[in-house]
């Protein structure tokens, strides 16, 4: 592989030094995994894209990614509490399971952090972790005979599904689960009951997200910023600022902070009373099955506050915009209620549909 070739964005058109060195200590696989994700990150922040960063150092995007977002966990893990021996693990391998623990705050991070390195868990049980520490964090009041633990957050989860579950294979799993994580002698009593008491309660199924997809060139209208009304000058046309579009969406921004976005009129967005739009990658999402993770827009309507079941609603979690779907009313405040959520056209040559003649052919 050969150095990254100058950056464009680069007013001097010419990469640094200390790019050129960070670029070489990636190749030559310098140093421990989280210092290369603050290195990859330092490079992303400089201008240069994942490919162009793949091209030079032989790291995926996909990689990046990971190593990037784990290093951010991992460097929050000693500011929140984690214990050295956690640390001293993570420091050399896991990256992977960090990943996981992204959307967590930072003192779950830390208490996720020592648990997945306790139990010795995979990033796939490490992603099941964190769901159920943050399904738990959002409770007013501890369930009974739980502590705050994320142990007991985990035991909590196994113990509710295991409630749910008439499978008795399924069901020992859970309670076995349960057991293995639960911290507190309350919390394994809870679970042991399962063990006698085979009494079921049925599971609400989680209502569909009301995904859409825009299909056709139509649905792709493109916004044209207004000079103003003739009478105008020359200098008025030069004002107009230059429109520059974002994809997939063909979002737009002007001077200042607000930016808008194009969406076509479906009757659920006409009906809406003070829509909102959100940029989100789908994992963000709850309830969500499929493999393949992109961004989305998520139409929020402020004005509708009031819970019902068969709705997903926005809410706020550790300070942040949160995405939620409640089986029974909650007890936090609901920001507004998601009536869209628009995936991006899918395209699968941009080349030819440049070509009017091609298309028309």
Same mark, same amino acid.
């Given at each position: 592989? @050969?150095?990254? #070739?100058?950056?464009?964005?680069?007013?001097?058109?010419?990469?640094?030094?200390?790019?050129?060195?960070?670029?070489?200590?990636?190749?030559?696989?310098?140093?421990?995994?989280?210092?290369?994700?603050?290195?990859?990150?330092?490079?992303?922040?400089?201008?240069?894209?994942?490919?162009?960063?793949?091209?030079? @150092?032989?790291?995926?995007?996909?990689?990046?990614?990971?190593?990037?977002?784990?290093?951010?966990?991992?460097?929050?893990?000693?500011?929140?509490?984690?214990?050295?021996?956690?640390?001293?693990?993570?420091?050399?391998?896991?990256?992977?399971?960090?990943?996981?623990?992204?959307?967590?705050?930072q003192e779950e991070r830390a208490a996720a952090?020592d648990l997945t390195f306790h139990h010795k868990?995979?990033?796939?049980?490490?992603?099941?972790?964190?769901?159920?520490?943050?399904?738990?964090?959002?409770?007013?009041?501890?369930?009974?005979?739980?502590?705050?633990?994320?142990?007991?957050?985990?035991?909590?989860?196994?113990?509710?599904?295991?409630?749910?579950?008439?499978?008795?294979?399924?069901?020992?799993?859970?309670?076995?689960?349960?057991?293995?994580?639960?911290?507190?002698?309350?919390?394994?009593?809870?679970?042991?009951?399962?063990?006698?008491?085979?009494?079921?309660?049925?599971?609400?199924?989680?209502?569909?997200?009301?995904?859409?997809?825009?299909?056709?060139?139509?649905?792709?209208?493109?916004?044209? #910023?207004?000079?103003?009304?003739?009478?105008?000058?020359?200098?008025? !046309?030069?004002?107009?600022?230059?429109?520059?579009?974002?994809?997939?969406?063909? !979002?737009?921004?002007?001077?200042?902070?607000?930016?808008?976005?194009?969406? #076509?009129?479906?009757?659920? !967005?006409?009906?809406?009373?003070?829509?909102?739009?959100?940029?989100?990658?789908?994992?963000?999402?709850?309830?969500?099955?499929?493999?393949?993770?992109?961004?989305?827009?998520?139409?929020?309507?402020?004005?509708?506050?009031?819970?019902?079941?068969?709705?997903?609603?926005?809410?706020?979690?550790?300070?942040?915009?949160?995405?939620?779907?409640?089986?029974?009313?909650?007890?936090?405040?609901?920001?507004?209620?998601?009536?869209?959520?628009?995936?991006?056209?899918?395209?699968?040559?941009?080349?030819?549909?440049?070509?009017?003649?091609?298309?028309?052919?």
């Amino acid at each position: 592989m @050969t150095d990254l #070739p100058p950056n464009a964005q680069n007013p001097d058109n010419a990469v640094s030094d200390v790019a050129q060195e960070l670029l070489r200590k990636l190749r030559q696989k310098q140093g421990n995994w989280v210092e290369w994700g603050v290195a990859i990150a330092q490079l992303l922040k400089s201008g240069y894209n994942p490919q162009e960063i793949f091209e030079a @150092t032989g790291f995926e995007p996909l990689q990046q990614n990971q190593v990037v977002v784990g290093s951010q966990v991992y460097n929050s893990l000693e500011k929140s509490g984690a214990s050295a021996s956690a640390r001293s693990h993570y420091a050399l391998r896991g990256s992977d399971i960090l990943y996981e623990l992204r959307l967590l705050t930072q003192e779950e991070r830390a208490a996720a952090a020592d648990l997945t390195f306790h139990h010795k868990l995979d990033a796939d049980e490490a992603r099941e972790v964190a769901k159920a520490i943050k399904d738990f964090s959002r409770f007013r009041d501890l369930p009974a005979g739980f502590s705050a633990h994320p142990g007991d957050a985990v035991a909590y989860q196994a113990w509710k599904l295991a409630r749910q579950n008439t499978d008795l294979q399924e069901r020992s799993r859970l309670i076995a689960k349960g057991l293995r994580f639960a911290h507190t002698q309350p919390a394994r009593q809870q679970i042991e009951q399962l063990l006698t008491d085979f009494t079921t309660i049925p599971k609400r199924p989680a209502p569909l997200l009301p995904f859409y997809r825009l299909d056709s060139e139509e649905e792709l209208p493109r916004i044209i #910023p207004v000079v103003g009304e003739i009478p105008l000058t020359p200098q008025d !046309l030069k004002a107009v600022p230059i429109v520059i579009e974002i994809e997939p969406f063909r !979002l737009v921004k002007f001077t200042g902070e607000q930016a808008w976005i194009p969406l #076509p009129g479906w009757q659920t !967005l006409l009906s809406a009373e003070d829509p909102v739009a959100i940029l989100s990658s789908s994992d963000r999402l709850p309830n969500i099955t499929q493999t393949r993770i992109g961004q989305v827009v998520i139409v929020v309507d402020r004005a509708q506050r009031e819970w019902d079941a068969s709705s997903y609603f926005v809410v706020e979690q550790s300070g942040e915009l949160d995405f939620q779907w409640f089986e029974t009313e909650p007890e936090i405040p609901l920001l507004g209620k998601i009536v869209v959520i628009v995936r991006p056209k899918r395209i699968l040559d941009e080349e030819v549909t440049k070509d009017s003649w091609q298309i028309d052919e």
